[in-house]
């Protein structure tokens, strides 16, 4: 079957340190590779993703490389904010699913000023 | 614009009780999705509609779990004899795509049921 396996938390780092938030996966095809976020008090939302091996998500500072020969698609940021405190979760989907995602069990981020 | 929205955010249910949990998704947006998410863990897949089908319900926990989308639009999830294990977040999400094409999800806030 499909599982994703992230990090375990919470991570707490001071403002302006760098991030790495780890996350393999296992799927029987060819899946896309998501990162969510879900701030405190909010809902989930898409924070990046890649759909090809090599392939590198980004968005707000953050990214993340597919890297097929690993099953790894790490999450890394080069100076968090303690804005970015939040809930980080990795998902795939196959190709094949019609976008039924499988996530991991999510991150915890604090970021301390 | 609006985003999906959920109702009712918060229910309390006493054991054996049904619930229905409702998901307004985006206006247009083809598929549909249902998770549940119990504490600290990551959403768990429960049903997929595209449009008025339901083409995937493998992740129903239990027959007593049933979800209906009639029109395409607003779905419902009704849980029938709840149980204290069925406390958990109920999340909605839709997709513009569907027939196989991965698209972003756009997830709703969320109905957390308590069930005592």
């Known amino acids: 079957g499909n599982s994703v396996t992230q990090m375990e938390g919470p991570v707490t780092l001071s403002e302006e340190a760098f991030l790495t938030i780890n996350c393999t996966y296992t799927?029987?095809?060819?899946?896309?590779l998501f990162w969510y976020v879900q701030y405190p008090g909010e809902g989930l939302q898409l924070l990046l993703k890649?759909?090809?091996?090599?392939d590198k998500g980004s968005n707000k500072g953050f990214e993340a490389t597919y890297r097929k020969e690993t099953t790894s698609f790490h999450l890394e940021k080069g100076s968090v904010q303690v804005s970015d405190s939040a809930v980080y979760f990795c998902?795939?989907?196959?190709?094949?699913?019609?976008?039924?995602?499988?996530f991991g069990d999510g991150t915890t981020l604090t970021v301390k000023p | 614009g609006a985003g999906v929205s959920q109702s009712p955010r918060y229910k309390v249910a006493k054991r054996g009780q049904d619930v229905a949990l409702r998901c307004d998704p985006i206006?247009?947006?083809?598929?549909l999705f249902w998770y549940q998410q119990a504490l600290g863990q990551g959403p768990e897949f429960l049903t997929y509609?595209?449009?008025?089908?339901?083409?995937?319900k493998s992740g129903l926990p239990s027959d007593r779990f049933f979800a209906e989308r009639p029109e395409g639009s607003v779905s419902t999830l009704k849980i029938q004899r709840t149980q204290q294990e069925d406390s958990a977040v109920y999340l909605c999400?839709?997709?513009?795509?569907?027939?196989?094409?991965?698209?972003?999800?756009?997830f709703g806030p969320g109905t957390r049921l308590t069930v005592l």
């Open positions: 206006s247009g947006h083809v598929s």
């Open positions: 998902a795939l989907t196959l190709n094949t699913n019609a976008g039924k995602s499988t």
């Open positions: 999400a839709s997709s513009p795509s569907g027939g196989g094409l991965v698209g972003e999800q756009f």
């Open positions: 509609f595209q449009n008025e089908a339901q083409l995937d």
């Open positions: 890649a759909t090809k091996a090599d």
């Open positions: 799927a029987t095809g060819y899946p896309s």
